[in-house]
């Protein structure tokens, strides 16, 4: 296997782009991406385009060709990758393949989605699309509501109160102010958390990841093409992991377990050769509270039931004991579904180059990316490493 | 609005939604809703076909209060996983029963219910909720 480089990053802000299309967006970020390389655009061999929705919202599939040709880059190996919110995720994963495989020594991957377009019920029903319709959105269960169901089960097992799970909002908004590419710049307290409307109870507004539109996009190349870059500090990909679980949350021994998210991060440190004390900046799919704890505690950082402690300590923050989602997270840099695994990456790639601003962790080497389908359906987890 | 409407998708999944009929895995015995050929569990073919019971209780539930577009009206709701006797799970609406009344653990008994219609013309879909036991 060749050795994996990210030799470009360019994203959009997330947001409500009444003003731009889905092509819009996804062109914008990518040719960021190009010029971040320094490299011309038509050397990029493949595009990956990370997209779960443009079927329902768009009424628009075909999004390799799509881009391609509005990116004025006709002629390269193109395709969408879905897998549901972890569609950016699985993008990558190809685009790494690729590069990994020595078929392709140069390809891209864009994350996009344009979520404004539609109506909020028609939003919550095309997310659905990722739960099986026969007998889980049959029964009118939200994506909301799911990880609701989850977010009961947590809080009776481990008797953690929802004042501590909720406070990861708190904590991603308060991240989100210095990130000039973050849906809401603003922060919360905890207060205005637990007073927000209950959308699915327990959940509360503000404990939801919002709906945005927004793209973002990688260059990824091997060793070799890497001369023609005039980059000086590289980010490897260090590992590039997908698991599945069982689909849907209540067919699960324990829904609290999470298989998925442990096997994927587990292979991706792996192929890294770390182990998660190694890492110095994280990135959970907090598309609710709950499943940003969760993650925590999957990952080994906190014991059971005992996630909520490190945020409620400060230990997420940049110069905590594990930097998490220090540009936002899902919660507050936004979710735009099928881009959220790029933006991801592009947050931690900034974070090993040392262009997070405000929020830089400082001597940050080594970050690890984690994108949920579903409910943790999928789980896509990439390791990123700093290069001198 | 159903995303995809269509009229042999709900015909063909009538028995297994109006009879809870699962799946008892010849291998692990684990017992699943609805039946399918192979078990999620142990990956071994074959379930033997089952009725199962009508009776259980509620592991978690949520109370939807922002529904997808074809339940709009509906609203609040309770979905919660029921836990069948003999361990299979379902996941359901609650029905008979008021959002601030229902407990985790609260014993409940199937009952044949109408879920939604796929369009204003479109056929109307039925299927099991669960309401407190008697």
């Known amino acids: 296997m060749k050795r994996v480089f990210i030799v470009g990053a360019g994203a959009t802000k997330v947001g409500e782009h009444w003003d731009r299309s889905l092509r819009d967006l996804a062109v914008e970020a990518l040719l960021a991406a190009v010029r971040d390389a320094g490299i011309d655009k038509r050397d990029v061999q493949a595009l990956y385009v990370g997209n779960m929705m443009s079927g329902e919202l768009q009424g628009q599939e075909h999004l390799g060709a799509l881009v391609a040709t509005w990116a004025g880059m006709a002629g390269v190996a193109a395709f969408k990758v879905e897998a549901a919110c972890a569609s950016g995720g699985a993008a990558l994963h190809q685009a790494y393949l690729a590069v990994a495989s020595g078929l392709y020594d140069c390809v891209a991957v864009v994350g996009v989605e344009k979520m404004t377009d539609a109506l909020p019920h028609d939003v919550t ?246 994108n949920l389908g579903g409910v943790a359906g999928t789980v896509a987890v990439h390791v990123l490493r700093r290069v001198r | 609005m159903v995303w995809a409407e269509s009229v042999p998708r709900v015909w063909r999944e009538r028995a297994k939604k109006y009879r809870l009929l699962g799946g008892k895995c010849p291998a692990c015995g684990s017992v699943v809703y609805p039946h399918r050929q192979v078990c999620p569990y142990c990956g071994s073919e074959g379930l033997q076909l089952v009725e199962l019971p009508r009776k259980g209780r509620v592991i978690s539930y949520t109370v939807i209060r922002h529904p997808p577009s074809d ?52 056929i109307i879909e039925y299927g099991i909720k669960f309401r407190p036991a008697h």
């Open chain 2, 71 to 122: 339940f709009v009206g509906k609203e609040p709701y309770v979905v919660a996983i029921v836990e069948l006797e003999g361990g299979a799970r379902v996941l359901a609406q609650l029905t008979d029963v008021k959002p601030e009344e229902v407990r985790e653990g609260m014993e409940v008994e199937a009952v044949f219910r109408r879920y939604r219609e796929q369009s204003p013309d479109g």
């Open chain 1, 125 to 370: 029903s095309a997310l659905l699309t990722a739960e099986d319709q026969e007998y889980v959105v049959f029964t009118g269960a939200t994506f909301v509501g799911l990880n609701a169901l989850v977010y009961r089960m947590y809080m009776s097992r481990y008797g953690v109160k929802q004042e501590d799970v909720a406070r990861f909002a708190v904590h991603c908004h308060k991240m989100a102010v210095n990130n000039p590419y973050a849906q809401f710049r603003r922060e919360v307290t905890l207060e205005e958390v637990m007073s927000s409307p209950p959308i699915a109870d327990p959940i509360r507004l503000l404990e939801c990841a919002p709906v945005g539109d927004g793209a973002a996009a990688l260059v990824l190349c091997n060793e070799d093409f890497l001369k023609r870059s005039p980059r000086d500090v590289l980010v490897e990909v260090a590992g590039s992991a997908v698991a599945t679980d069982i689909l849907s949350v209540h067919e699960r021994r324990d829904p609290l377990a999470m298989a998925g998210f442990r096997k994927a991060a587990e292979a991706a440190m792996k192929r890294a050769g770390i182990e998660a004390k190694d890492v110095d900046v994280l990135e959970v799919h907090d598309a609710f509270t709950v499943l940003g704890v969760l993650t925590l505690e999957a990952l080994g950082y906190a014991p059971p039931g005992k996630g909520w402690q490190l945020v409620a300590e400060g230990q997420l923050e940049p110069g905590g004991e594990i930097p998490t989602n220090t540009m936002g997270g899902l919660k507050a840099r936004g979710h735009p579904v099928g881009g959220t695994g790029v933006y991801q990456v592009f947050d931690i790639v900034r974070q090993l180059r040392g262009e997070a601003g405000a929020n830089q962790v400082e001597g940050a080497e080594i970050g690890l990316a984690q």
